[in-house]
């Protein structure tokens, strides 16, 4: 078993690789049980909101799912990354427009998220490289 996790020793590491597996397997969850939030955040530009807030859901457990197995990690951990940008979009949107958006307070906290993108982007690619101790 511990052969087909083969997580790293740093304990810190593997508290951000189960942390990314539950995040981001419950929120793709999310785009299929709740799409409504997702689908309003699409810009405008983009059409069919709706498959491509299913699109990026799938995208998500598949990421998340996809970071728990050594094989898969590193794979899964570029993923996320992608996927990250590719919903940035969406985040600028948001920004650029956020009387659209009331329930997130406003412009700052807007921006806020815009940035918080990049951390994001930066613990999925850090959770997933493979440490020199376990690398093949």
């Not at 740093?10 to 929120?27: D, H």
């Given at each position: 078993?511990?052969?087909?996790?083969?997580?790293?020793?740093?304990?810190?590491?593997?508290?951000?690789?189960?942390?990314?597996?539950?995040?981001?397997?419950?929120?793709?969850?999310?785009?299929?049980?709740?799409?409504?939030?997702?689908?309003?955040?699409v810009p405008p530009y983009l059409p069919a909101a709706l498959a491509l807030v299913y699109i990026s859901g799938v995208a998500e457990?598949?990421?998340?799912?996809?970071?728990?197995?050594?094989?898969?990690?590193?794979?899964?951990?570029?993923?996320?990354?992608?996927?990250?940008?590719?919903?940035?979009?969406?985040?600028?949107?948001?920004?650029?427009?956020?009387?659209?958006?009331?329930?997130?307070?406003?412009?700052?906290?807007?921006?806020?998220?815009?940035?918080?993108?990049?951390?994001?982007?930066?613990?999925?690619?850090?959770?997933?490289?493979?440490?020199?101790?376990?690398?093949?």
């Amino acid at each position: 078993m511990s052969d087909f996790l083969r997580l790293p020793r740093n304990i810190l590491k593997r508290l951000a690789l189960a942390g990314l597996a539950i995040f981001y397997t419950y929120i793709g969850i999310t785009h299929f049980t709740n799409p409504e939030p997702f689908v309003a955040i699409v810009p405008p530009y983009l059409p069919a909101a709706l498959a491509l807030v299913y699109i990026s859901g799938v995208a998500e457990i598949m990421g998340g799912l996809g970071v728990i197995p050594y094989a898969t990690r590193k794979w899964a951990g570029w993923g996320l990354v992608a996927l990250l940008f590719a919903v940035y979009p969406a985040n600028i949107h948001m920004a650029m427009n956020p009387d659209d958006f009331p329930d997130f307070g406003g412009a700052t906290p807007l921006y806020i998220r815009l940035a918080m993108q990049f951390v994001l982007l930066a613990w999925a690619w850090w959770a997933t490289q493979p440490d020199t101790e376990t690398a093949d």
